[in-house]
């Protein structure tokens, strides 16, 4: 299940106060464990209960940015950047503010693009964007903006090529 065997130094790399570490560490077990980023898929592997596991993890959000943690791990000199666009369907959350329609055109849910820089012959995670539909519609934008947005284009960046066609 889990191949990273020194958790608690990896997530030291993420926040700084010891409290936060040990919190952000189990919350990441539960998030590895539970193979979804659900929030209550997540509680629900965390040890204890479930509802108490719940509060917890939106307490810790509230306090946390998990984007800014990640962009702690953004390696300035890498050569480049990797995105991966994953649609994300959220079939029953027809109400939620951030879910719009997927490219089928009937799915509710939204787009997750999780950015990486490459280490050591692995792509680490170093930040992410959502959107949908629905908040691209709101915003007067295009899924393009975002994606330029999340790279933040700059000298030094090489936006890959997958097909023929830029990855951005």
């Not at 193979?35 to 204890?48: F, K, Q, W």
């Amino acid at each position: 299940m889990n191949k990273i065997t020194h958790l608690s130094r990896f997530v030291q790399y993420l926040f700084d106060e010891k409290d936060t570490i040990r919190k952000g560490k189990t919350i990441i077990e539960g998030l590895l464990k539970a193979r979804s980023p659900r929030l209550s898929d997540i509680a629900r592997e965390m040890p204890g209960k479930e509802e108490a596991n719940y509060k917890s993890i939106q307490r810790f959000l509230a306090g946390n940015s998990p984007q800014k943690a990640l962009l702690r791990l953004f390696q300035e000199d890498a050569p480049f950047v990797i995105g991966d666009p994953t649609e994300m369907p959220r079939p029953q959350a027809k109400k939620s503010e951030y879910v719009g329609t997927l490219s089928d055109g009937k799915t509710s849910g939204y787009w997750l693009l999780i950015l990486a820089t490459p280490f050591h012959g692995r792509a680490i995670p170093c930040h992410f964007v959502s959107y949908s539909s629905k908040t691209i519609n709101a915003e007067a934008t295009s899924r393009n903006r975002h994606h330029f947005e999340a790279f933040g284009v700059r000298s030094g960046v090489q936006l890959l090529e997958l097909d023929g066609k830029p990855c951005h």
